[in-house]
């Protein structure tokens, strides 16, 4: 009743969830009634007494607050709240409820801390609070929640840095993007990590070893952020990695110390709009998963490398053909290579603004801008 009389009236509307709740009867005795249509799940607890263990509201524009009295609610294993209006904080007696396995209150407009007491929840398993108006720093109590396999954070306005995960050992899903984190990358991450996805924050600092111990990992996603360094040659090497996300960062040196890339399971590569110098990387023309490869937007010089160009071309054995290939606004030099000369038109690329010394206008990646004037080019080399 309580959890009702949070919620705004005039968002209740009469064919909602929320809009059959009637009390004159007891909710777990008259389920699929017309008093309580939907909304409550019941289980049968000590004694076979019906207890209500799931809440469920569904995305019906309902206004209010979370009421704190959800936490008297002992036997909750399910909490949905999703796409709703809610605001205020989220209630730290959601901390009471130590049955509870999902919470989901994504896409309201809750505001405040995360609540210390969700890292009480030792039985949780799925958190999401992502697209709200959360602020402050993500608790280390988080790092108790040992058998939480998925836990989304983003379009927040979270700060502080990324606590140490290793205690989520369960964890295989983090997505904090969009929020305003600070500090390093953690030095730990559960063993059975699958997608790390932190871009758009304020993370500094190089990339930590320690990812190269993450043999599960299938999407690495950093973009966006103050990162500097290194790009080490350990990315690449990861067994299960698919998609790679480095772009619109401070990279200065990309590592290619014995890398073939020929057991790579690569899909896409975004390393764009970083401080990245030297000869355009071979090895990754030989991944043979590799379809989308964007370099724009760099320092790289010298030529295309041929082998580019066979994989665009489709003419690399037992690899999938690139079919899309970003080069523009770096200082490449040398002529294109000629099987992009007669490619077909499967394939997405740029090579503009760069020092080639021809980029036919007729070919579609030679097409929205020129090369960059012989001075800047010069000028380019000559400091170096």
């Known amino acids: 009743m309580q959890v009702k009389l949070a919620v705004n009236t005039a968002s209740i509307l009469p064919s909602s969830c929320l809009g059959s709740w009637n009390f004159s009867v007891d909710p777990c005795d008259a389920l699929a009634s017309p008093q309580f249509t939907c909304g409550i799940d019941c289980t049968p607890g000590i004694g076979g007494v019906l207890r209500v263990s799931g809440l469920r509201l569904e995305p019906a524009g309902y206004e209010g607050m979370l009421s704190p009295y959800i ?6 294993q399910i909490v949905i709240v999703s796409g709703n209006k809610f605001g205020g904080p989220i209630p730290e007696t959601l ?6 396995f999902q919470l989901d209150l994504s896409a309201n407009y809750f505001t405040g801390p995360l609540p210390k007491s969700l890292g009480l929840l030792s039985n949780l398993g799925f958190l999401s609070v992502g697209n709200n108006l959360l602020e402050g720093q993500i608790p280390v109590s988080f790092n108790n929640l040992s058998k939480v396999t998925e836990m989304f954070l983003y ?36 063993a059975g990590l699958a997608i790390l996805a932190l871009g758009q924050n304020q993370l500094a600092g190089r990339l ?29 090497d990861l067994p299960s990695l698919q998609q790679l996300n480095l772009s619109h960062n401070a990279f200065s040196t990309l590592s290619t110390t014995n890398l073939t890339g020929a057991n790579s399971q690569i899909v896409s590569i975004d390393l764009s709009y970083n401080m990245l110098r030297g000869p355009l990387p071979e090895f990754l023309g030989f991944m043979k998963m590799l379809n989308v490869l964007s370099l724009r937007s ?31 606004s ?13 490619i077909s038109d ?9 020092c080639l010394q021809m980029c036919p206008p007729s070919l579609s990646f030679c097409q929205g801008g020129g090369q ?10 000559q400091t170096g």
């Open 372 to 381: 960059r004037s012989p001075i800047e080019c010069q000028a380019f080399f």
């Open 330 to 342: 770096n200082f490449l030099t040398g002529e294109v290579p000629s099987p992009f000369l007669t």
């Open 155 to 190: 379009r927040n306005r979270l700060n502080g840095p990324l606590p140490v995960l290793t205690g989520m050992r369960s964890l295989t899903y983090v997505d904090a993007s969009y929020n305003n984190l600070t500090g390093h990358l953690p030095w730990g991450y559960p």
């Open 95 to 100: 901390g009471q409820l130590t049955d509870l």
């Open 71 to 76: 936490g008297n609610l002992s036997a909750l």
């Open 208 to 236: 930590p070893q320690l990812l190269g111990n993450l043999n599960s990992l299938a999407v690495l996603d950093l973009r966006s952020n103050q990162l500097t360094g290194t790009i080490e040659d350990f990315i690449f």
């Open 298 to 328: 760099n320092m790289f010089t010298g030529p295309i490398p041929y082998n580019y160009a066979l994989k665009a071309a489709d003419s690399l054995p037992a690899t999938n053909q690139l079919r899309q290939l970003y080069l523009d």
């Open 346 to 354: 499967n394939i997405t690329a740029s090579f503009v603004n760069n």
